[in-house]
């Protein structure tokens, strides 16, 4: 029980150096980006004049953003497991 609860709430926070409640902030953000480019690319379908790039734009941002966050925590894994290789 305790185990399962540290994968759920502690585990993945601590891969991309961050606290629970951190990560909780950072996803609820993205969450709430993606609803608003989600009204965007509706907006767009019925006027394709308007926000012709605002779509495709914020989520190659956040691709690249979430890529950076992706390799922090292979890296943080690959340590925990004794993996890690310093570059000596």
Not at 13 to 30: C, D, S
Not at 37 to 49: E, K, N, R, T
């Amino acid at each position: 029980m305790i185990r399962a609860f540290k994968r759920l709430f502690v585990d993945h926070p601590k891969e991309v150096g961050e606290t629970y409640v951190e990560h909780a902030g950072v996803a609820t953000r993205m969450g709430w980006k993606l609803a608003r480019l989600s009204a965007c690319a509706f907006i767009h379908a019925v006027m394709p004049g308007a926000h012709k790039t605002t779509v495709s734009t914020s989520i190659k941002r956040m691709a690249d953003d979430m890529g950076y966050r992706a390799e922090i925590a292979r890296e943080a894994r690959m340590k925990d497991a004794g993996a890690f290789d310093p570059g000596l």
